[in-house]
């Protein structure tokens, strides 16, 4: 019976090793493919890092020639950009690492689950071993009862059993009495050792349970062990991302503090500007007539009654600058946009269905989008961090196009937003609700 008991044990415990080798393999299998999303981000943020170091040195090689300002505010631009790709790419490590950490929580309370059935089963074996350990304590009781029995009245021969009839019949009566008694003697003999023989096998069943038990927890505390080190490693990038996101708030401001520092009566400071109106203003004929050119005409007014939606389709959207116009004749041609805690990185979806006529990039503009509505009207979408669509693709109401920025000659993250009816600038505000 001993030799029986250790084999099964053994069998259980390869069993249990065979199982949790194959779960290891499947995980290791499926977790792959996040693995290699984390190496290719780091080596992304790495990328992004060699990048912008380079860009801080063609900034300084630029900063503090007035004949370079363009070019400085447009690398300055440049590298806040970059950091805005480098925190995606943070944050998509830092997605990467919570799939790897849910799966391990997930495999966790799967094996937690195991762990309780198996206590539940354990229980259950031990209710087992109570009830036949009362069961021999019954038989074991009788027992003494009937040899102490037998022992006060001394044992019968069986001449004695004869001699003691009545007659012949009476004897065999008798005699089968003592045969059936041994038999029943006998026969709770073997119920006690019966029982006694399934406690063993079954207290051998709560060994191989614990020692599974003990290997599940084992695997529970390795990958809790895994949990705790990836939980560090997202902390970390998500203190990358707060850096990035001060950096480029920095990089804005050294934009504004650095044209407010040039010497606005210089004469190169003044024919600068007036260069920078002449080809300002050369770039918006260029948009317009883009529009006449190749978006459609006709009365401005579109087929569906639901009107433009707001580009920037948060709850704290706000008009940082509206559409005015200056007793000069120059006037600034759109709204300005922002959404309260921070702008920049933040989606800017389409006003409207419609086909892209142009989405480039120019220094005064920084990324910017032109999108065609039908009947005359277009939008156009400045200073983005990013583009997410391309010349001639159609898009629908709502659709991304691009991130919130500063790009281009900006002082600061928002969403330069105009309507144009047949090419001509009008008020924004006529077409949304902030």
């Known amino acids: 019976m001993s030799n029986f008991s250790n084999r099964k044990k053994i069998l259980a415990v390869l069993l249990t090793l065979t199982l949790l080798f194959t779960t290891v393999t499947c995980y290791q299998f499926s977790a792959s493919a996040e693995d290699s999303k984390i190496d290719e981000y780091k080596d992304k943020i790495s990328e992004y890092e060699e990048k912008i170091d380079a860009a801080q040195d063609k900034i300084d090689s630029l900063k503090g020639d007035i004949n ?16 805005q790709e480098q925190i995606d790419a943070y944050q998509s490590q830092i997605d990467a690492y919570q799939v790897k950490i849910d799966d391990y929580e997930a495999q966790n309370q799967e094996l937690e689950n195991q762990i309780s059935d198996l206590n539940d089963k354990i229980a259950e074996y031990n209710e087992q071993i109570e009830e036949m350990n009362r069961q021999i304590d019954e038989k074991y009781e009788e027992l003494k009862d009937i040899i102490r029995t ?7 021969s069986a001449l004695e059993v004869l001699l003691c009839s009545d007659d012949f019949s009476d004897y065999l009566t ?29 207290i051998t069943k709560i060994e191989e349970e614990k020692v599974v038990i003990y290997d599940l927890q084992a695997e529970i505390d390795a990958k809790i062990a895994e949990i705790e080190v990836m939980q560090t490693a997202v902390e970390e990038n998500q203190n ?17 503090n650095y044209l407010s520092k040039l010497n606005s009566q210089s004469s190169g400071y ?6 920078y109106e002449k080809e300002i203003a050369e770039f918006e004929q260029q948009i317009e007539n883009l529009i006449k050119s190749e978006a459609s005409s006709g009365s401005g007014t579109l087929a569906d009654s639901s009107g433009l939606i707001c580009p920037l389709q948060y709850s704290g959207t706000y008009v940082s600058s509206p559409f005015y116009r200056n007793s000069d004749g120059s006037y600034h041609g759109a709204l300005d946009l922002c959404v309260s805690g921070g702008t920049y990185g933040k989606t800017v979806s389409s006003a409207e269905a419609g086909k892209v006529i142009t989405a480039a990039y120019h220094w005064s503009y920084g990324n910017y989008v032109v999108v065609d509505h039908g009947n005359g009207l277009s939008t156009l979408y400045a200073h983005l961090s990013s583009i997410s669509v391309s010349k001639g693709q159609s898009v629908s109401k709502g659709q991304t196009l691009g991130k919130a920025g500063s790009t281009g000659n900006s002082s600061g993250p928002h969403l330069h937003f105009e309507v144009r009816v047949n090419g001509s600038r009008v008020n924004p505000a006529n077409y949304i609700s902030v």
Do not use: C, H, R
Not at 188 to 202: K, Q, R, S
Not at 270 to 275: A, E, G, L, V
């Open 68 to 83: 370079e300002v363009k070019n400085y505010i447009q690398e300055l631009d440049k590298q806040v950009a970059m950091y």
């Open 150 to 156: 037998n022992f006060i009245n001394g044992e019968s």
């Open 174 to 202: 008798k005699v089968q009495f003592l045969s059936s008694l041994a038999d029943y003697q006998q026969g709770l003999i073997d119920g006690i050792n019966a029982d006694m023989e399934n406690v063993n096998a079954t």
């Open 240 to 256: 990358a991302v707060e850096a990035n996101q001060n950096l480029i708030l920095e990089k804005v401001n050294e934009n504004s």
């Open 270 to 275: 003044k024919d600068k500007i007036k260069q």
